[in-house]
C-alpha cells in the first residue's frame, strides 16, 4: 500500500539536481582545474586548528556523498552504505523530509507531544500543518488515536524513540502497527539509540518501505559540535535526499572527524557505559530527595524528575550556576525538570545542591 511516488510532491520527482564537479569527476589522482578552488592552497594550511590533520586540504571541495563514512558506517549499522544519508545535525534530514513530502499549506505531518522541537519548527518554517496526537499518561502512543487523526494528505509521523524530554522508549509493536496501517513515512528518531536496551529500528528497514530511522552523533558519540545526523531509510528515499540536499553539506574537516571517530566506537561504548552507570545512580540518589515527587523511568542520557516547586528549584540551581532543562510548563510533564546526566562530580555536585536546598527549606521553615 505505502507507494513512495505518492508521498513525494510531484516536482521533487522530476527535478533535475546540482550536479557539482565532484559529482561530474569522482577520480582521485589528476590536476583539478574544474571546480574553482583555490589550487595555492589554504590560510590555515601550516596552522594547528583543532582537529586539523596534515590530510585536510581545506582548499578542495569535500565528497558530496560522503561514501568513506558511509562505508565504515554501514556494517557498524547493519545497512547498506546507499541506506545512509548523512546531514549537517538531524535537523536537516528533518528539514528535507518535510521539504521532500509536504507540500505547504496543504499536507500535514504528525507529531505525539510532549516530543522533540524541531519536527514542529519545521513544519512552521514550511508552512506545513501540524497534527498533534498527545502521547498517553504513561508516554506511550495512542494507536487508535493517530490512525484516527490520519488525513488523507499526512505524509509524516515523527515517533521519538527514546522519547525527548521523558526518556521513554515507545512500544515497539505501536510502532510497527502504524508502520503497517499509514501510507505515509514513519520517522523513528532514535537519538538517544545507544542508552536503550533494546535493537534499532534499522533493522527492520528492508521490511517497511515507508520506515526512516534518525540517529545522530551528538549524544552518544560526543560529537554535537561537528553537526552530523544519520538518515537511514530505502534506498529510493535516500535518493531523493541526496537530489534535494545542499550540494557540500557535510564539510571536510566533519567528514575527516567523523571517519576518526567511527574507528574509536570502544571509546564510545566506554562512555555510555558510564553514563548509564552514572544514569542509575542518579536516580537512586534522586528517589531519596523529599523535594523530588518521581523520578521518570530513562532509556537516555537525562532523566525527567518531577519536583513539588519546579520553578524554585530551576532557579535555586541556576544561582548555583547548575543548568537543567525547565519542561514544567509542557503538557504531561507538569512540575517537571529534565537533567541531563553529568560527569560522576558533575552529579555529586547537583545532589550537594538539591540536597543544601531542602535543609535550606527545612531550617527557614
Ligand atoms: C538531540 C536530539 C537530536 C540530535 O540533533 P542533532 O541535530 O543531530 O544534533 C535529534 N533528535 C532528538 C529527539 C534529540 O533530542
Redesign the pocket.
Known sequence: MFDLNTILRPHILTLTPYSSARDEYTGKEGIFLDANENAFGSTLDGSTLDGSTSEDHYNRYPDPHQLAIKARLAPIKGVRPTQIFIGN???EPIDLLVRATCTPGSDSILILPPT?GMYEVSAAVNDVLLIKIPLTPDFQVDVPAVLAAIQPRTKLLFV?SPN?PTGNLIDQNAIVTLLTSFSGLVVV?E?YIDFANTRSFTTFLDQYPNLVV?Q?F??AWGL?AL???MCFASEALIEVLNKIKPPYNVSGPTQHLLLKALSQAPAKDAMVARILAQREELIANLLNLPLVRHVYPSDANFILVKFDDPKAVFDYLINQQIIVRDRHRVKLCEGCLRITVGTESENEQLLAMLNAYENRLTTTV
Open positions: 545535525g538531524s535537523d522533540y521519538c525527548n528518531d537519538a534518525l545522530t551528538s549524544k554535537a553537526r552530523s545526523g
